[in-house]
């Protein structure tokens, strides 16, 4: 079973412009982390966020979480052409890490 | 440093034939995990292991599906019969230690299988 789900399912904007996509699980967690996929490739770690943090930032990359509403969100500033890939928040309940259906993001030149 | 290794990369074969998937990944890393990623959709977790005992494998289909982690190190996933929903590309990935799940998981290029 999946315990994340983005959304948007697919997100297309221009570049330069920021791209938001949001992430909301059912059960608590312990962290929450977010990870990209280029088209034929594996996952590439980006960004992992605390239970007891609120927002973390990492280059142009803005995560942010909200336990109460059980959501996090991740923001890329000034998106580039390289961006274009699907985005998936990795949720940790208990002893295993969980992936959400992701986003598609593509950026339009 | 060499990223997680993954073969054949791709695969095409009859249903109910049988095949296996190895991996071999980053050195030292004591968790080792494989995914079942459906086109377009997350990846799954089948199987976790520490070192080479299995953490988690309660999604992994047993009728079917085997994997182990002979050594501690590289490990093999098989299929046998394979069905059509099978179809999917399959994901190793490791990590430094469970770490609570804090640690950050490397997966390799993955294994794309299609059952026809």
């Known amino acids: 079973s999946q315990q994340g789900e983005e959304d948007p399912q697919a997100l297309s904007i221009q570049e330069g412009e920021n791209a938001t996509m949001n992430c909301s699980y059912k059960?608590?967690?312990?962290?929450l982390q977010w990870y990209r996929q280029n088209s034929g490739r594996g996952l590439v770690h980006l960004i992992l966020i605390r239970s007891n943090e609120r927002e973390k930032h990492s280059g142009r990359l803005r995560v942010t979480l909200d336990t109460s509403k059980k959501s996090s969100s991740l923001l890329i500033t000034a998106s580039r052409a390289a961006d274009t890939a699907s985005y998936f928040c990795?949720?940790?309940?208990?002893?295993?890490?969980?992936f959400g259906k992701g986003t598609r993001l593509h950026i339009l030149p | 440093e060499a990223g997680v290794a993954q073969s054949p990369r791709y695969k095409i074969i009859e249903k109910r034939q049988s095949v296996a998937f190895w991996c071999n990944p980053i050195s030292g890393h004591a968790t080792l995990y494989w995914y079942q990623q459906i086109l377009g959709q997350g990846p799954k977790l089948l199987i976790q292991f520490q070192n080479n005992g299995v953490v988690d494998d309660s999604q992994l289909p047993k009728d079917r599906f085997s994997a182990e982690r002979l050594k501690g190190v590289d490990s093999t996933l098989k299929i046998q019969p394979a069905k059509l929903e099978d179809s999917a590309v399959y994901l190793c990935?490791?990590?430094?230690?469970?770490?609570?799940?804090?640690?950050?998981?490397?997966f390799g290029e993955g294994s794309r299988l299609t059952v026809l």
């Open positions: 059960t608590s967690i312990n962290n």
């Open positions: 990795a949720t940790v309940p208990d002893d295993k890490i969980i």
């Open positions: 990935a490791s990590s430094l230690e469970w770490a609570g799940g804090t640690g950050e998981l490397f």
